[in-house]
C-alpha cells in the first residue's frame, strides 16, 4: 500500500512556517540573535534526517528493481514475453511496474524534502549574516525614532532662526 502524498496546501503550510521561522523580528534583536542557533540546528538536523531519508528510498529502489529484474530472467515468457528477452525489455519490465513506481516516487518525495531542508539551512546561513548587520545598525542609533521633543525644539529653533532674520533685514546699523 503505498503512502499517502502531501497536498498542496499541506506543503504550502510548510512553507508559511519557515517564512516565519526565517523572519526578524527588529524590535527584538537579543532574542532573535539568542534563538539563532537554535533554529538553525532544529532546521540542520531535519535537512539530516531527510537526506538520510533519501538514501534510504534510493537503496529501496536499487532493491526493487534487483528484484524485479530476477523475477523477469527467472520466467522471462511468463513476464516479459520472450524466450530470452534483452536489456531493453527487462528495463521496460520493472519501470511498467507498480511497486518500482511506488518506490521511485517515494524517492523523488524524499529528495524533494531533503533540498527544501537544505534551502532552509542555507537561508538560515543568511539569515545569521543579517541579524549581525541588523545588531551593527542598531548600535550605530539606525533604528531610533524620533523623539517629539527633540523635533519640536528644532522646529521651534528654525522659527526663530527666521525671526530673527527678518528682524535683522529690517534693522539697519549705524555709520562711524
Not at 524620533?146 to 527678518?166: G, S, V, Y
Request: hydrophobic content about 30%; some cysteine.
Amino acid at each position: 500500500m503505498a503512502k499517502k502524498r502531501k497536498t498542496e496546501e499541506e506543503t504550502e503550510e510548510e512553507e508559511l512556517d519557515l517564512e516565519t521561522e526565517l523572519g526578524i523580528d527588529e524590535y527584538n534583536l537579543d532574542r532573535e540573535c539568542l534563538e539563532q542557533s537554535t533554529k538553525f540546528a532544529r532546521f540542520a538536523k531535519l535537512a539530516a534526517w531527510a537526506d538520510r531519508k533519501a538514501k534510504r528510498k534510493d537503496e529501496k529502489v536499487k532493491t526493487v528493481r534487483s528484484e524485479l529484474i530476477k523475477e523477469a530472467t527467472e520466467n522471462p515468457e511468463r513476464e516479459i514475453g520472450k524466450k530470452s528477452p534483452n536489456a531493453q525489455d527487462i528495463e521496460a519490465y520493472y519501470r511498467r511496474q507498480e511497486r518500482y513506481k511506488d518506490a521511485k516516487q517515494e524517492l523523488i518525495d524524499a529528495q524533494h524534502e531533503a533540498s527544501l531542508y537544505a534551502y532552509a539551512v542555507s537561508a538560515f546561513h543568511q539569515r545569521r549574516s543579517m541579524l549581525e548587520n541588523m545588531v551593527k545598525l542598531h548600535g550605530q542609533n539606525y533604528f531610533a525614532a524620533p523623539r517629539a521633543d527633540i523635533t519640536q525644539e528644532f522646529e521651534r529653533q528654525q522659527r526663530e532662526d527666521r525671526t530673527n532674520k527678518e528682524v535683522s533685514k529690517g534693522m539697519k546699523r549705524p555709520k562711524k
